[in-house]
Every structure is written in C-alpha cells, then in structure tokens.
C-alpha cells in the first residue's frame, strides 16, 4: 500500500472569494496552481475584482 497522508500535510491557499483556507484535492491535481476558488458557490458569488485580470 501506499504512504498515508494526512490532510494537515496537504498545500492549502486562500480562497479569492471568502478569504478561507482550503486545501489541495486530487481532483486539483493537474491544475492547482489555477484553482483560485475553495467551492462553486464562492466562485458563482466572486465579486467583481476577483475575476481573472484583462
């Protein structure tokens, strides 16, 4: 089997939207350094600043 890791030693980052720390999830794995929001909800509430820049 493989080594178990706990989700304390997981990368975390803020969320742009709500300011909370989330952390990393497989599903992330390929684009982590993309995902800027922790949920749908907070990327579908994002203010206007937090959009991606022009």
């Known amino acids: 089997m493989g080594k178990m890791i706990r989700k304390a ?7 742009a939207a709500c300011g909370r720390p989330f952390a ?9 350094d993309e995902v800027r929001f922790c949920s749908d909800r907070c990327r ?3 203010p206007k600043s937090a959009g991606k820049p022009r």
């Open 9 to 15: 030693d997981l990368p975390q980052k803020p969320c």
């Open 24 to 32: 990393w999830r497989k599903k992330w794995e390929r684009v982590w």
């Open 44 to 46: 579908a509430d994002r």
